[in-house]
């Protein structure tokens, strides 16, 4: 199935989404209602947000907690065997193949960068979904999937967002709603911004690489000191992640090449993104040329281990955007 099918290939009714939004919850044993949510681009880019950055910030999601404990059920099995590892490996080259990029080139030629936005994102957070169905197919196979019925809803241009009102919420894109508005959500509770300088710096960074030690380098030869590695996984590593993010001065991302349909990897995207809703300076390094318009944060250029010039001054003093040239 996870070979077959792609994002947002099609759009089924409410009742079929709501067919497998409820056997998504009886395999995770969840007791609770289901609720299709119509959203143009804005709207679900907004509501996607809002679900993601209070499970970040500590809001209790029966949904996410559940999603949570199976994934942590792979990597506890992971440990004994090759055969996961292998999974995810060859899934990750398949979510990047040529039918994946040509499918979200087809879906955003001549759409609005508010859809284009949306469309990429939903794609990395299917390609991250899809790697953990294959996965738990290895570690668990003929056991029933939860991670399985996700990729389902994704096909069908949804994308189940979390838990409120005792209901698992999922969006489905419907461009067509353009201009009804958003639901009414409340304001997302920023932490009091803690803008002192200071001389750490998060690193948002693939790890084990030769291109980020480089990077680690420059910034420790500059008097920075990073934090930068993985967490651990028995509870919830974005909760883990959030509060290194809001304990450090400014957070960085950092990514060689960036890939030019997909944009940054969804995790790297998770990180920048609570970092910026927490008010905290953000900006991307990167050796590949990038559309200022596609992120909500300033880009630089970090190439054979010099970086941008300019970017010292922002780091400093924690400019939103670049300072003036």
Request: aromatic share 12%; net charge neutral; charged share 20%.
């Amino acid at each position: 199935m996870l070979l077959e099918t792609l994002p947002f290939s099609g759009v089924a009714s409410r009742q079929v989404i709501s067919a497998l939004g409820d056997e998504l919850l009886s395999i995770l044993r969840l007791g609770g209602g289901v609720n299709v949510i119509d959203a143009d681009a804005f709207a679900a880019k907004s509501l996607e947000a809002d679900f993601r950055r209070r499970w970040w910030s500590g809001d209790r999601d029966p949904f996410r907690d559940a999603v949570h404990a199976f994934k942590f059920q792979i990597i506890q099995e992971q440990a004994g065997t090759g055969a996961i590892t292998a999974a995810w490996e060859e899934m990750t080259t398949h979510v990047h193949c040529s039918s994946w990029r040509s499918h979200l080139r087809d879906l955003t030629k001549n759409q609005t960068p508010q859809r284009i936005q949306y469309l990429r994102l939903a794609f990395s957070a299917a390609q991250q979904v899809w790697t953990r169905a294959a996965r738990w197919n290895a570690a668990f196979p003929g056991q029933a999937n939860p991670f399985l019925l996700i990729p389902r809803l994704f096909e069908n241009s949804c994308w189940p967002l979390g838990w409120r009102d005792g209901a698992l919420q999922i969006c489905r894109y419907q461009p067509a709603t353009e201009g009804e508005g958003a639901p009414a959500l409340p304001q997302f509770p920023l932490p009091v911004p803690n803008l002192r300088l200071t001389n750490v710096v998060f690193i948002s960074a693939p790890f084990r690489q030769t291109s980020t030690a480089s990077l680690l380098a420059t910034f420790t030869q500059s008097g920075w000191t990073t934090v930068h590695g993985p967490v651990g996984e028995d509870s919830p590593p974005e909760r883990q992640l959030a509060k290194r993010i809001n304990s450090a001065h400014a957070t960085i991302g950092f990514l060689p090449e960036m890939d030019e349909d997909f944009g940054l990897p969804w995790w790297m995207f998770q990180e920048l993104d609570f970092a910026r809703a927490c008010n905290r300076p953000v900006a991307l390094l990167t050796g590949s040329r990038v559309e200022h318009s596609v992120y909500d944060w300033p880009v630089f250029a970090f190439k054979d281990g010099m970086v941008e010039d300019g970017f010292w001054q922002w780091l400093k003093y924690g400019f939103s955007t670049k300072p003036a040239e």
